[in-house]
């Protein structure tokens, strides 16, 4: 009697399947002010991996949805940078301006128009 022989466990990509999920949690952690800077880590750790993963025959749709989502997530904490140093600038310039203006005043009425 015999018996057929078992199949061979799938094969697994660690590398891929780590791009994937460091991906989606950069890409989800992402839009939340102030904790989203950890994606400026996950999110390059998961196009690295991505790109190494991918050179592996196995488990290239995950490692590509890792390289996706970690490219989407470094856009994303560009665009909240980029929003921050703008908003920080126009906040610093209408400061001095206030200032400016209350140095100038004369009478209590001026520095009210302020």
Request: overall charge neutral; proline content about 6%; some cysteine.
């Amino acid at each position: 009697m015999s018996y057929p022989m078992p199949a061979a466990p799938p094969q697994k990509n660690a590398l891929a399947l780590t791009s994937m999920i460091l991906g989606i949690i950069a890409v989800a952690l992402s839009f939340v002010p102030f904790i989203g800077m950890v994606s400026w880590v996950l999110g390059p750790l998961a196009v690295i991996f991505g790109i190494i993963g991918i050179r592996k025959q196995i488990g290239k749709g995950q490692a590509l949805a890792g390289l996706i989502t970690g490219g989407i997530a470094i856009v994303v904490c560009i665009v909240w940078t980029v929003m921050t140093v703008v908003t920080v600038q126009q906040v610093d310039q209408d400061l001095q301006q206030y200032s400016s203006c209350l140095e100038n005043a004369q009478t209590p009425e001026e520095a009210a128009a302020c």
